[in-house]
Protein backbone atom coordinates (compact mmCIF):
# COMPACT_ATOMS: atom_id res chain seq x y z
CA UNK A 1 0.00 0.00 0.00
CA UNK A 2 1.45 3.59 -0.77
CA UNK A 3 1.46 6.57 1.12
CA UNK A 4 0.46 9.90 -0.96
CA UNK A 5 1.72 13.04 0.35
CA UNK A 6 1.24 15.54 -2.20
CA UNK A 7 0.51 18.67 -0.04
CA UNK A 8 2.81 19.06 3.04
CA UNK A 9 2.16 21.82 5.71
CA UNK A 10 5.84 23.34 7.55
CA UNK A 11 4.91 26.10 10.27
CA UNK A 12 6.96 28.57 11.32
CA UNK A 13 7.30 30.90 14.23
CA UNK A 14 10.86 31.76 12.48
CA UNK A 15 12.73 30.23 15.39
CA UNK A 16 16.62 28.12 14.80
CA UNK A 17 14.52 25.27 16.37
CA UNK A 18 11.46 25.32 14.08
CA UNK A 19 13.81 25.83 11.02
CA UNK A 20 15.06 22.15 11.90
CA UNK A 21 11.81 20.58 10.54
CA UNK A 22 12.51 22.29 6.78
CA UNK A 23 15.24 19.76 5.45
CA UNK A 24 13.06 16.93 6.42
CA UNK A 25 10.18 18.72 4.91
CA UNK A 26 12.15 19.63 1.90
CA UNK A 27 13.31 15.92 1.07
CA UNK A 28 9.82 14.07 2.11
CA UNK A 29 8.43 16.75 -0.85
CA UNK A 30 11.28 16.07 -3.38
CA UNK A 31 10.99 12.01 -2.70
CA UNK A 32 7.33 12.13 -3.13
CA UNK A 33 6.98 15.29 -5.05
CA UNK A 34 4.48 17.14 -2.84
CA UNK A 35 4.13 20.79 -2.92
CA UNK A 36 5.35 22.73 0.19
CA UNK A 37 2.67 25.38 2.45
CA UNK A 38 5.06 27.18 4.81
CA UNK A 39 2.34 28.90 7.60
CA UNK A 40 3.56 31.39 9.72
CA UNK A 41 0.95 32.54 12.25
CA UNK A 42 0.80 35.94 14.46
CA UNK A 43 0.51 36.03 17.59
CA UNK A 44 -2.51 38.18 19.00
CA UNK A 45 -1.97 42.05 18.98
CA UNK A 46 -0.40 43.50 22.21
CA UNK A 47 -3.16 45.12 24.09
CA UNK A 48 -3.30 48.45 23.80
CA UNK A 49 -2.87 49.45 27.54
CA UNK A 50 0.37 48.68 27.07
CA UNK A 51 1.02 51.91 25.24
CA UNK A 52 0.00 54.80 26.85
CA UNK A 53 0.75 58.90 26.10
CA UNK A 54 1.21 60.45 23.19
CA UNK A 55 1.94 58.14 19.80
CA UNK A 56 0.90 55.50 21.64
CA UNK A 57 -1.71 54.10 19.07
CA UNK A 58 1.51 54.49 16.50
CA UNK A 59 3.58 53.00 18.68
CA UNK A 60 1.20 49.94 18.55
CA UNK A 61 0.59 49.94 14.91
CA UNK A 62 4.42 49.93 14.49
CA UNK A 63 4.85 47.19 16.37
CA UNK A 64 1.71 45.13 14.53
CA UNK A 65 3.40 45.80 11.08
CA UNK A 66 7.06 44.33 12.22
CA UNK A 67 4.86 41.48 13.72
CA UNK A 68 3.80 40.94 10.00
CA UNK A 69 6.96 41.75 8.24
CA UNK A 70 8.40 38.94 10.45
CA UNK A 71 5.95 36.27 9.87
CA UNK A 72 5.98 36.78 6.08
CA UNK A 73 9.96 37.05 6.27
CA UNK A 74 10.50 33.72 8.10
CA UNK A 75 7.77 32.11 5.74
CA UNK A 76 9.02 33.61 2.39
CA UNK A 77 12.78 32.22 3.78
CA UNK A 78 11.50 28.32 3.92
CA UNK A 79 9.54 29.16 0.36
CA UNK A 80 12.76 30.12 -0.99
CA UNK A 81 14.71 27.26 0.23
CA UNK A 82 11.90 25.08 -1.39
CA UNK A 83 12.10 26.90 -4.88
CA UNK A 84 15.68 26.66 -4.53
CA UNK A 85 15.26 22.72 -3.94
CA UNK A 86 13.32 23.35 -7.16
CA UNK A 87 9.75 22.60 -5.70
CA UNK A 88 7.15 24.40 -5.57
CA UNK A 89 6.05 26.46 -2.43
CA UNK A 90 4.17 29.00 -1.19
CA UNK A 91 3.83 30.78 2.00
CA UNK A 92 0.22 31.25 4.05
CA UNK A 93 0.20 33.80 6.92
CA UNK A 94 -2.61 34.07 9.80
CA UNK A 95 -3.09 35.68 12.93
CA UNK A 96 -4.25 33.97 16.17
CA UNK A 97 -3.34 31.10 17.92
CA UNK A 98 -0.88 29.10 16.44
CA UNK A 99 -2.31 26.08 17.35
CA UNK A 100 -5.78 26.58 16.14
CA UNK A 101 -4.44 27.75 12.60
CA UNK A 102 -1.95 25.52 12.20
CA UNK A 103 -4.84 23.30 12.15
CA UNK A 104 -7.25 25.23 10.15
CA UNK A 105 -4.71 25.87 7.44
CA UNK A 106 -4.50 21.29 7.10
CA UNK A 107 -7.98 20.81 7.50
CA UNK A 108 -8.56 23.36 4.37
CA UNK A 109 -5.65 22.64 2.41
CA UNK A 110 -6.35 19.18 3.31
CA UNK A 111 -2.53 18.76 3.60
CA UNK A 112 -1.23 15.01 4.00
CA UNK A 113 1.61 15.30 6.24
CA UNK A 114 2.49 18.30 8.95
CA UNK A 115 6.22 18.66 9.44
CA UNK A 116 7.33 20.72 12.58
CA UNK A 117 9.73 21.36 15.29
CA UNK A 118 9.19 19.60 18.86
CA UNK A 119 9.89 23.22 20.15
CA UNK A 120 9.79 26.89 18.79
CA UNK A 121 10.89 29.74 20.12
CA UNK A 122 10.49 29.44 23.91
CA UNK A 123 12.69 26.44 23.45
CA UNK A 124 10.92 25.23 26.42
CA UNK A 125 12.72 22.85 28.61
CA UNK A 126 10.02 20.14 28.20
CA UNK A 127 9.94 17.61 25.18
CA UNK A 128 7.23 19.34 23.15
CA UNK A 129 5.96 23.00 22.90
CA UNK A 130 2.58 23.56 23.41
CA UNK A 131 1.63 24.35 19.74
CA UNK A 132 3.64 20.88 19.13
CA UNK A 133 1.57 19.10 21.81
CA UNK A 134 -1.92 20.39 20.53
CA UNK A 135 -1.13 19.73 16.49
CA UNK A 136 -0.03 16.02 17.37
CA UNK A 137 -2.87 15.94 19.50
CA UNK A 138 -5.35 17.19 17.11
CA UNK A 139 -4.38 16.82 14.00
CA UNK A 140 -6.12 15.51 10.35
CA UNK A 141 -3.06 13.80 9.51
CA UNK A 142 0.28 12.12 10.82
CA UNK A 143 2.35 14.88 12.20
CA UNK A 144 6.80 14.41 11.91
CA UNK A 145 8.33 16.53 14.95
CA UNK A 146 11.84 17.50 14.61
CA UNK A 147 14.22 17.95 17.29
CA UNK A 148 17.92 18.61 17.38
CA UNK A 149 20.06 15.53 16.92
CA UNK A 150 22.37 16.43 19.81
CA UNK A 151 19.68 15.32 22.36
CA UNK A 152 20.10 11.91 21.17
CA UNK A 153 23.91 11.50 21.80
CA UNK A 154 24.68 10.72 25.31
CA UNK A 155 21.96 8.10 25.09
CA UNK A 156 23.25 6.69 22.01
CA UNK A 157 26.45 6.33 23.24
CA UNK A 158 25.41 5.03 26.33
CA UNK A 159 23.68 2.63 24.21
CA UNK A 160 26.96 1.73 22.55
CA UNK A 161 28.91 1.41 25.71
CA UNK A 162 26.23 -1.82 27.53
N1 LIG B 1 3.39 31.27 15.65
C1 LIG B 1 3.66 30.13 15.01
N2 LIG B 1 3.41 30.01 13.69
C2 LIG B 1 3.66 28.86 13.04
N3 LIG B 1 4.19 27.77 13.64
C3 LIG B 1 4.46 27.84 14.95
C4 LIG B 1 4.20 29.00 15.72
N4 LIG B 1 4.58 28.77 17.00
C5 LIG B 1 5.05 27.51 17.02
N5 LIG B 1 4.98 26.94 15.80
C6 LIG B 1 5.41 25.59 15.41
O1 LIG B 1 5.43 24.76 16.56
C7 LIG B 1 6.75 24.25 16.79
C8 LIG B 1 6.96 24.14 18.30
O2 LIG B 1 6.83 25.41 18.91
P1 LIG B 1 6.17 25.60 20.35
O3 LIG B 1 5.63 26.99 20.37
O4 LIG B 1 5.26 24.45 20.61
O5 LIG B 1 7.42 25.44 21.33
P2 LIG B 1 8.14 26.52 22.28
O6 LIG B 1 8.05 27.88 21.68
O7 LIG B 1 9.52 25.97 22.55
O8 LIG B 1 7.29 26.40 23.63
P3 LIG B 1 5.95 27.17 24.12
O9 LIG B 1 5.50 28.09 23.00
O10 LIG B 1 4.98 26.08 24.42
O11 LIG B 1 6.38 27.91 25.33
C9 LIG B 1 7.69 25.22 16.07
O12 LIG B 1 8.92 24.60 15.70
C10 LIG B 1 6.85 25.56 14.84
O13 LIG B 1 6.93 24.51 13.89
MG1 LIG C 1 6.19 28.80 21.16
Keep these: MSWEVKKILVPTDGSPKAELAVAPALEIARLKGAEIVVLSVLAAPFESSCFTGTGAA ?7 ELKV ?6 ADRIVK ?6 LSA ?3 IRSGSPADEILKVAEQEDVDLIVMGTKGATGTRRLLGSVTM ?8 PVLAVREKEYTLPLYER ?3 M
Excluded: D, F, N, T
Design 58 to 64: EGAQVIE
Design 69 to 74: ELAQQS
Design 81 to 86: RASEAG
Design 90 to 92: RAV
Design 134 to 141: SVISHAPC
Design 159 to 161: ARR
